[in-house]
């Protein structure tokens, strides 16, 4: 029992799977990383395996999706990040441009799918036209809307509506079920491809306060532990402090003997070397003070 306990709570530290309050996103999976089976299912063949979705499983979320996908699932946890921040205008406008241009993309990769293929000119323009008057948008675009390659004219106006829209849309196959797992019933978010459970993710991170986010280091999408945690690992935090240093170090001015001046190799060294054993502790106690001030 100890042993199942350490196991969870390990696994609740560097893998999580879940939040407090978090619903499960269950996908499918193979024997071996099986936790339970399609209980919610009708019976018209043997149970499929399931899993709950891991942080790992975001950090190698471009394994399962094209080049569009993954352009489209980083600008909407781009957008969810910077809707969480509402002063931070720059970031919604970059958030909403990104997902301008994964749609672009989609609409070139997606070409040969379009259900205007077959259609002649003449039917076209008609689709075209009568589609533009529903939707209000130019008789090609409201097509491109129709087809689900492009957003509405509301959810183009305003960033909430847009985040709405395609969260949601990329939900069209998941549901909320109620899972008879190996600690006893839950209700959990079934998406029965990999694709679907980022969006459930998305979707349970744009309402709290832990979110996902994208981090610096490696690009790769990532659960917070903490609400100001802004790096999938310590070991990318520090790696990007330091790079960003280096780079600081390059673009600074050469002024002799001033403080801002170009250190020399030995002085970089020195100073990377006092960072990486005083200088952490430091920060660590101070954060520590600040903390017991608090409370
Ligand atoms: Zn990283």
């Known amino acids: 029992m100890l042993t199942l306990t350490l196991l969870v709570m390990q696994r609740g530290k560097y893998d999580a799977v879940t939040q407090k309050g978090h619903l499960p996103v269950l996908i499918p999976t193979s024997a071996e990383q099986r936790e339970g089976w399609t209980t919610f299912t009708q019976e018209l063949g043997p149970p499929e395996s399931v899993r709950m979705l891991k942080n790992s499983d975001l950090k190698n979320a471009r394994k399962h999706l094209t080049e569009w996908e993954a352009q489209h699932l980083h600008a909407i946890i781009a957008l969810i990040q910077a809707l969480q921040k509402p002063a931070d205008s720059i970031a919604l406008t970059r958030a909403t441009e990104a997902v301008t241009k994964a749609h672009e993309l989609q609409r070139v990769q997606r070409s040969d799918r379009r259900l205007t293929a077959g259609l002649d000119p003449k039917a076209e323009a008609d689709l075209g036209h009568a589609l533009a008057h529903l939707i209000g948008l130019p008789p090609q675009q409201a097509i491109e809307h ?3 390659l492009r957003p509405g004219p509301r959810a183009s106006q305003d960033p909430r509506w847009l985040l709405s829209y395609e969260v949601s ?9 109620l899972w008879w797992s190996e600690d006893g019933l839950k209700p959990a978010i079934w998406c029965p491809a990999m694709r679907a459970g980022f969006y459930a993710r998305a979707l349970l991170s744009a309402v709290s306060a832990k979110g996902l986010r994208i981090c610096p280091h490696c690009g790769e999408p990532f659960l917070q532990e903490r609400s100001d945690q802004d790096y999938c690992s310590v ?6 402090r330091v790079a960003r240093w280096r780079s600081q170090q390059k673009k600074a001015p050469i002024s002799k003997g001033s403080k ?7 002085q970089k060294q020195a100073k990377l ?7 952490k502790l430091r920060k660590a106690r101070e954060r520590g003070r600040k903390k017991e001030s608090r409370s």
Request: glycine letters at 12%.
């Open 169 to 177: 849309m990329e939900l069209d196959d998941a549901r909320l079920v």
């Open 260 to 266: 801002g001046g170009r250190l020399k190799p030995s």
């Open 273 to 279: 070397e006092w960072w990486n054993g005083e200088g």
């Open 235 to 240: 070991a990318h935090r520090e790696a990007y």
């Open 146 to 148: 129709f087809e689900r």
